[in-house]
C-alpha cells in the first residue's frame, strides 16, 4: 500500500500516511471498537516503509482523545519509528496535546520510548 487516507469521524482520525513524502499524520479522536481493524494497516503501512524511508521522516501526532487500546497501538507503531532513529534516521514527532489526558499519553510515549518526541500544548 503506498497511501492511506481516512477521513474523521466520531470514533476513528483522520489519518494520512504518505510513504512518498515520508509524512505521516494522524488527528482528532480515537476510540475505535476494533483498534486492530483501524491499526493494523497503518501497521503493515509503516513496517513497509520503515524497509525503504525516504530522508527525512515527520509524525504528526494531533489528538484530541485516544482510548487505551488506540494508546497501544500508537506505542506499537512509534516502535517501528524508534528503529529507524537508532539506525541514525532523520525522523521527527511532533505530539500535539490540549488536555491534561493527552499530556499524560505524550509523556507515556516519551518515557518509554528512545525517539525523541516534541510535546506541544495547543
Not at 494497516?41 to 525516504?54: A, R
Not at 509524525?59 to 524508534?82: G, H, M, P, Q, R
Request: with cysteine; aromatic share 14%; hydrophobic share 40%.
Amino acid at each position: 500500500m503506498d497511501n492511506l487516507h481516512s477521513d474523521l469521524t466520531n470514533s476513528i482520525p483522520i489519518i494520512e500516511l504518505n510513504i512518498h513524502t515520508g509524512f505521516f499524520k494522524f488527528s482528532g479522536k480515537s476510540i475505535p471498537e476494533n483498534a486492530i481493524k483501524v491499526y493494523q494497516p497503518i501497521m503493515n503501512t509503516v513496517i513497509d516503509y520503515c524497509k525503504s524511508p525516504v530522508e527525512n521522516t515527520t509524525v504528526i501526532l494531533d489528538f484530541e482523545y485516544v482510548n487505551t487500546s488506540s494508546s497501544k497501538w500508537l506505542f506499537y507503531i512509534l516502535e517501528k519509528f524508534e528503529t529507524l532513529y537508532i539506525k541514525k534516521h532523520k525522523i521527527s514527532i511532533s505530539f500535539f496535546y490540549e488536555d491534561e489526558s493527552m499530556l499524560l499519553t505524550g509523556r507515556y510515549l516519551t518515557n518509554n520510548l528512545a525517539i525523541p518526541i516534541d510535546l506541544i500544548k495547543k
